[in-house]
């Protein structure tokens, strides 16, 4: 008697205690699925922002690339005109060697046309 007594108590206890009611279930989940929603909506917002500033970076890199490519062409230009102002100064320099040859040249005419010229007058008072 005292088991049957147990039993019947027992399963009173369990259908006192009952199941939960919508409203209850509702009242309880709805704080959740809000707090859920607001989280997804920021985690959508950050991957947005995030593939935005992944595409930022691939169009920094390409660009970075496109400087660097510049770079090494204006560097290869700059080395060709300083081999090209080295030959420069070397030819200068050979023509300025040559302007003063020429000069001496043009001194030495002179001088030997004055010589010449006294000789012409010497002979012509003789």
């Known amino acids: ?75 290869a230009m700059a080395q060709k005109a300083e081999a090209e102002a080295m030959r420069a100064g070397g030819d200068a320099s050979k023509a300025e060697a040559a302007a003063k040859k020429a000069e001496e040249a043009a001194r030495e005419a002179e001088k030997a046309a004055a010589r010449t010229e006294k000789m012409f007058k010497l002979q012509q008072k003789k």
Request: net charge positive.
């Open 1 to 75: 008697m005292k088991k049957a007594v147990l039993v019947i108590s027992s399963i009173a206890l369990l259908f006192a205690s009952g199941c939960a009611t919508k409203e209850y279930v509702k009242t309880q989940v709805d704080p959740v699925s809000d707090r859920i929603g607001r989280i997804e909506a920021r985690m959508n917002a950050v991957e947005s922002k995030l593939d935005q500033v992944t595409k930022d970076t691939e169009s920094l890199k390409s660009q970075s690339q496109a400087d660097r490519a510049a770079i090494a062409d204006a560097k």
